[in-house]
């Protein structure tokens, strides 16, 4: 059964950089896939942050492109997201999901809830 | 901002039909890119429904089914039960953002 679950701290003062981590059990992320970032800010919908493929290969989202870092460690089965120069606008729910390019999401991680708050 | 607009709310009371729009453009669903659907519970993360415009994951009730033509898909769900209230979101690629895109979202609620 594949499982997602994102780790990282929830409070991040405003210019700081969010850091997040999601894990990934009962799938190898080096099998295939691309791995993604979502968010959802409180009261509104789903929007795409970013993927990255097994190999490193990156796709992201061209409004948050230029503050957004996402990478993989297959050795320990997790992908990454760092989005910096965080604003009260990036407060968000963030989940990280199995997705298929250009395709779908099939499996999601519970999410976490990020404040920006100094 | 989402680019695949959808109805705010749909209503109906149980066992009745309800069907949610989703309208794109010619950059993402007109351009033949797949039309997924999921659906959100209150507090929980989004459940693939719907994948590649009409085919539904295992577990997931015949009640449900989705259709796409032109630059629009629709959901629609019949039989329609309490459980059901949820909010539903479809989601598809655009060349020109080049990137996956949400729709805005429907609350359905069950009279």
């Known amino acids: 059964q594949v499982q997602l679950q994102e780790s990282g701290p929830r409070l991040v003062k405003p210019s700081e950089t969010l850091s997040l981590t999601c894990t990934v059990s009962?799938?190898?992320?080096?099998?295939?896939?691309?791995w993604g970032w979502i968010r959802q800010s409180p009261g509104k919908g789903l929007e795409w942050i970013g993927s990255?493929?097994?190999?490193?290969?990156?796709y992201f989202n061209p409004s948050l492109k230029s503050r957004l870092t996402i990478s993989v460690d297959t050795s320990k089965n997790q992908f990454s997201l760092k989005l910096n120069s965080m604003t009260a606008a990036d407060a968000a729910v963030y989940s990280c999901?199995?997705?298929?390019?250009?395709?779908?999401?099939?499996?999601w991680g519970q999410g976490t809830l990020v404040t920006v708050s100094s | 901002q989402s680019v695949l607009t959808q109805p705010p709310s749909v209503s109906a009371a149980p066992g009745q039909r309800v069907a949610i729009s989703c309208t794109g453009s010619?950059?993402?669903?007109?351009?033949?890119?797949?039309v997924q659907w999921y659906q959100q519970l209150p507090g929980t993360a989004p459940k693939l429904l719907i994948y590649?415009?009409?085919n539904r994951p295992s577990g997931v009730p015949d009640r449900f089914s989705g259709s796409k033509s032109g630059t629009s898909a629709s959901l629609a769900i019949t039989g329609l039960q309490a459980e059901d209230e949820a909010d539903y979101y479809c989601?598809?690629?655009?060349?020109?953002?080049?990137?996956?895109?949400f729709g805005t979202g429907t609350r359905v609620t069950v009279l």
């Open positions: 999901a199995r997705g298929r390019w250009l395709q779908y999401f099939d499996h």
């Open positions: 009962g799938y190898s992320i080096s099998s295939g896939y691309y």
């Open positions: 990255i493929h097994y190999s490193g290969s990156t």
């Open positions: 010619s950059s993402n669903i007109g351009a033949g890119y797949d």
């Open positions: 590649d415009n009409t």
């Open positions: 989601q598809s690629y655009d060349s020109r953002l080049t990137g996956y895109v």
